[in-house]
């Protein structure tokens, strides 16, 4: 079965100081691993996916299937990234976007 | 509407009541999800429709839950014989449907058994 660990609950960080928000998991198949944020009183969204191989808000995660990991970094973290982080792995086949969700790891960047 | 919309926000029951959620999906979008979390938990995945069916209800923990989407658009979750222990907030998605789009949430049910 699918598992999806983030070792840290809370982190916190200095503002310019940087951040890595850690994600292991557990597969048998192809991975697709996405990073989710939450803000304070809003929805769940959408921060990046592995297969974009893009930096959102100067966020990055490099996929490491050697060491099954998919760490979120940013070089020089600010106030407003304070949010909760969820790592998640798309088990689903075809076009089924189910997903299997980490613990979370709350960020707090202080001032 | 411009996003996936949920209600209600807040629903307070009884244990052994029955309650039902409803999932506004955004317009267009045939995929939609329902997940529950706990809390201290991450989302956790219950069912998936795409269109009117179910086409994975592997996370629905036992009888007492169902969901349906007769039309292929607006879902509803339905909890028989509520316990303490439903207790949790739950989330909609929705999606266009293909392999690689994004499913964007709703803001939540929060639902408290007492």
């Known amino acids: 079965a699918q598992r999806v660990t983030q070792p840290e609950k809370l982190l916190s960080v200095f503002k310019g100081a940087p951040v890595e928000l850690k994600c292991n998991y557990s597969?048998?198949?192809?991975?697709?691993l996405f990073w989710y944020v939450q803000y304070s009183r809003q929805r769940l969204q959408l921060l990046l996916r592995h297969i974009s191989r893009e930096s959102i808000k100067g966020f990055t995660a490099d996929l490491n299937k050697g060491e099954t990991s998919f760490h979120l970094k940013k070089p020089f973290a600010q106030e407003e990234d304070s949010a909760m982080y969820y790592c998640?792995?798309?088990?689903?086949?075809?076009?089924?976007?189910?997903?299997?969700f980490g613990k979370g790891t709350l960020l707090t960047v202080n001032p | 509407g411009a996003g996936v919309s949920q209600t209600p926000s807040n629903k307070v029951t009884e244990k052994g009541k029955y309650v039902e959620l409803r999932c506004d999906p955004i317009?267009?979008?045939?995929?939609l999800y329902w997940y529950r979390q706990s809390l201290g938990q991450g989302p956790e995945f219950l069912i998936y429709?795409?269109?009117?069916?179910?086409?994975?209800d592997s996370g629905l923990p036992n009888d007492r839950f169902f969901a349906v989407r007769p039309e292929g658009s607006v879902s509803t979750l339905k909890i028989q014989r509520t316990e303490r222990g439903d207790s949790a907030v739950y989330l909609c998605?929705?999606?266009?449907?293909?392999?690689?789009?994004?499913?964007?949430f709703g803001q939540g049910t929060r639902l408290t058994v007492v």
């Open positions: 998640a792995l798309r088990s689903g086949g075809g076009s089924n976007y189910k997903l299997t």
């Open positions: 597969y048998s198949g192809s991975p697709e």
């Open positions: 998605a929705s999606s266009l449907g293909g392999q690689n789009t994004e499913a964007f």
């Open positions: 317009s267009g979008h045939t995929a």
């Open positions: 429709f795409q269109g009117t069916g179910a086409a994975d």
